[in-house]
């Protein structure tokens, strides 16, 4: 059992924590039994290292019978060391040490994708961790992040996506631009939600959205410059019927994505 909470193996663990020992190691931190369980049922290859108290693998011994399964061993830990690893005040009981995996834009498109979901520079964690979590639920066939968008390694990120970065392809690091130019190619319609489009009820009445759609989502505080939103073929809004001042990102981009999901599949 690991007890020294200041042990370079401890210490190196936490490090991930922070981005430059994540772009470093090509390692990202994955928290709690539910993210844990979902990497060891999805991808268990990318999982190098796993760390639990005893307390926590009494709980969930399924958490240990997928690790066996796939060979892993679980290493046992005090309270003490794997608050010291996570990065969460108050860690549920598990910490994994995982791969990074993004995946390549030629791949998203060499799938022939109908629902994908750009997201041009969201730096909010809750919101990319959430939106990608969405796109999972309403069956999109990927997420791509594109500008100077947060990490996806970030913990947050993993913890709010709820291990749903486990399910669905997500390529980084990608141009605007090129991208629209790809989905086009692809036969995709490419939609931007903005708050100057058109009504989201109105072009769902048109069909339009029955049709393959590259939605284009834009950063949390200023939305899409005027120059990326002309890349799109259609700008929308997600209506607001209430007295709310505004809609949280992750909320908009969810709306689009079962309203697509929803026409796709009637």
Request: aromatic share 6%; glycine share 6%.
């Amino acid at each position: 059992m690991l007890e020294n909470p200041r042990s370079p193996r401890v210490r190196a663990v936490a490090k991930l924590a922070k981005k430059a020992a994540r772009q470093e190691s090509g390692r990202f931190l994955l928290e709690g039994p539910q993210s844990v369980g979902e990497a060891l049922t999805f991808r268990p290859e990318l999982v190098e290292e796993l760390f639990a108290t005893p307390t926590a693998l009494e709980r969930h011994p399924e958490v240990a019978e997928r690790a066996r399964e796939h060979g892993l061993d679980v290493e046992f830990v005090t309270e003490q060391v794997l608050e010291s690893m996570a990065d969460t005040v108050t860690p549920q009981g598990f910490v994994a040490v995982c791969r990074q995996f993004p995946t390549a834009v030629k791949d998203v498109f060499a799938a022939r994708p109908k629902l994908i979901a750009i997201l041009e520079e969201v730096r909010d964690p809750g919101n990319l961790g959430t939106i990608v979590r969405a796109a999972d639920a309403a069956g999109a066939d990927a997420v791509i992040l594109t500008g100077r968008a947060v990490d996806l390694y970030n913990p947050k990120v993993v913890r709010s996506s709820t291990g749903s970065i486990f399910h669905l392809p997500v390529a980084v690091g990608a141009e605007l631009e090129d991208i629209v130019t790809r989905a086009r190619a692809g036969g995709l319609t490419v939609l931007a939600a903005d708050v100057k489009g058109d009504d989201l009820l109105a072009v769902r009445t048109e069909g339009l959205l029955a049709q393959p759609t590259a939605w284009i989502f834009g950063n949390e505080a200023r939305g899409l410059d005027d120059d990326k939103l002309a890349l799109s073929d259609r700008a929308v809004v997600v209506p607001i019927y209430g007295n709310a001042e505004s809609m949280n990102l992750a909320t908009a981009a969810s709306v689009c994505l079962y309203e697509s999901a929803f026409a796709q599949r009637s």
